[in-house]
């Protein structure tokens, strides 16, 4: 429905008349939700794109159903067969200029208080404009001179812009960790059903945790080699364990009152997972069997034939993976967690304890929800004291998730062969970058327990 909402407000930018007729039958929606829904629209419109150019099965079939198509190519002047909108470097050129869209919008929503700005009000509306200009940008950076320099360059650009985008997400995993156990330890305060819950979701953590732990030890080694698997699977479990006993170490406890095992068990299972899904992400290992037959070890049997149907398993996945990745940029835009990023903290006394504490939207304690009917769909305009999230962080993230989009797509530094269809065969750049992942994801997560330890004189909150 949400879905289905949004490609008609899309249609909403041409007029009243299209508004009135397509989103009447939309539910009441908040002008600060429905601003940051379209762009995320934008940001999806533009990663399919990417998508259809790393793809060779979709080249092939319009070669083939398209008639005129050679004289088409030339004719836009792409080459013979249309060579310049495929490929790595045509998703280098757009995200670009779908990079620089969003860096603009971060510099021109620098300092944005209010909604009735004249800079808030072009961020809020002018959605056809913007669309024109978001293509505008993506099709002129393939007028770029020199074109080689500007890949070489531009590839350092995106590698820096991803790396920074994961750091956020990881900085926020531990936040939530914290901010988690924090609320639910005030509500104990009050109430003895919130110790309970502690317990029952800690529990179920440490277990998904080892559960994971065990079953990647048993499919993805073998008593004969497999010796990264081992190692890594060995590290990243004791890594686990190691942090757990921090958390509960006396002198972190006197410190830290809030830090318990709660946050422990949700930085195991996301190491779990990364764990899981970098060992997924590798190379497959083959060696010789008695027949003298290559066969592929150190992966589960079961998975080998998962992939007989490729574009199936691609599509999927791909769909999960980008899915993720809006929710990432949604959910790291909220004026929470830019403020968590900062430092700044809910004290104590202001905690009320949820069950679902991270689905409070921004500025409901507070808002004017000024309703207005405009086109025919119901809105609440939700910013009239003042904007619920920040503006320029939101372009800021959004931008940086453009870069993480290229990076991702054609295959970080495996550029040169990426296939949108062989998206999940496995290389060891994307094999490593997860690696790499959750080591820092515990390394951050241990730098906020033994901080306090370490500068004793400075004051700590999470």
Not at 217 to 230: D, H
Request: some cysteine; hydrophobic content about 45%.
């Amino acid at each position: 429905l949400v879905v289905f909402c949004l490609t008609f407000q899309l249609a909403c930018c041409c007029g009243t008349a299209a508004c009135s007729l397509c989103c009447k039958c939309c539910p009441k929606i908040k002008q600060s939700t429905s601003t940051r829904f379209m762009y995320a629209l934008y940001f999806i419109l533009v990663t399919i794109i990417c998508c259809v150019m790393m793809s060779t099965t979709v080249a092939n079939e319009m070669e083939t159903h398209i008639p005129f198509y050679k004289q088409m190519c030339k004719g836009i002047q792409a080459g013979e067969m249309c060579e310049k909108l495929v490929g790595y470097s045509a998703v280098y050129k757009v995200c670009f200029g779908m990079a620089c869209f969003f860096f603009l919008f971060f510099l021109f929503t620098i300092k944005i208080n209010s909604s009735k700005s004249c800079r808030a009000y072009i961020h809020n509306g002018f959605w056809l404009i913007k669309l024109i200009v978001l293509a505008a940008m993506c099709s002129g950076a393939f007028f770029i001179p020199d074109q080689d320099t500007f890949l070489n360059a531009w590839r350092y650009v995106g590698a820096t812009g991803g790396f920074l985008f994961i750091a956020i997400q990881l900085i926020l995993l531990v936040e939530f960790a914290h901010k988690w156990n924090k609320n639910w330890t005030a509500g104990a305060n009050h109430k003895q059903v919130w110790n309970g819950l502690l317990a029952l979701v800690t529990l179920i953590l440490y277990s998904v945790a080892v559960a994971a732990l065990v079953l990647m030890a048993l499919f993805y080694t073998r008593s004969e080699g497999c010796m990264y698997n081992k190692v890594l699977i060995g590290v990243n479990g004791g890594l686990c364990l190691f942090v757990s006993l921090v958390a509960i170490s006396p002198c972190v406890q006197n410190r830290q009152p809030h830090s318990g095992l709660l946050q422990s068990g949700v930085i195991s299972c996301y190491v779990m997972y990364l764990t899981f899904s970098a060992l997924s992400s590798k190379p497959p290992e083959t060696i010789l069997d008695e027949n003298n037959r290559n066969i592929t070890i150190c992966v589960p049997e079961f998975s080998q034939g998962l992939h007989r149907d490729e574009n199936l398993v691609t599509g999927l996945g791909t769909t999960i993976l980008f899915g993720c990745i809006l929710y990432s940029c949604l959910t790291s835009t909220t004026r929470a967690s830019s403020e968590a990023l900062k430092g700044i903290y809910a004290t104590a006394e202001t905690e009320v304890a949820r069950c679902c504490f991270c689905c409070v939207p921004d500025g409901d304690a507070d808002a004017e929800e000024h309703v207005e009917k405009r086109g025919g769909q119901t809105v609440i305009y939700d910013e009239k004291k003042g904007t619920v999230y920040s503006y320029a962080y939101f372009h800021f993230v959004f931008f940086l998730a453009s870069l993480y989009v290229m990076m991702t797509v054609t295959h970080w530094f495996h550029y040169e062969s990426a296939q949108i269809e062989k998206f999940f065969t496995g290389t060891w750049s994307i094999f490593w970058i997860k690696m790499v992942s959750c080591w820092v994801c515990v390394g951050l997560y241990l730098w906020t327990l033994i901080a306090p330890l370490c500068c004793p004189t400075r004051e700590f909150s999470v």
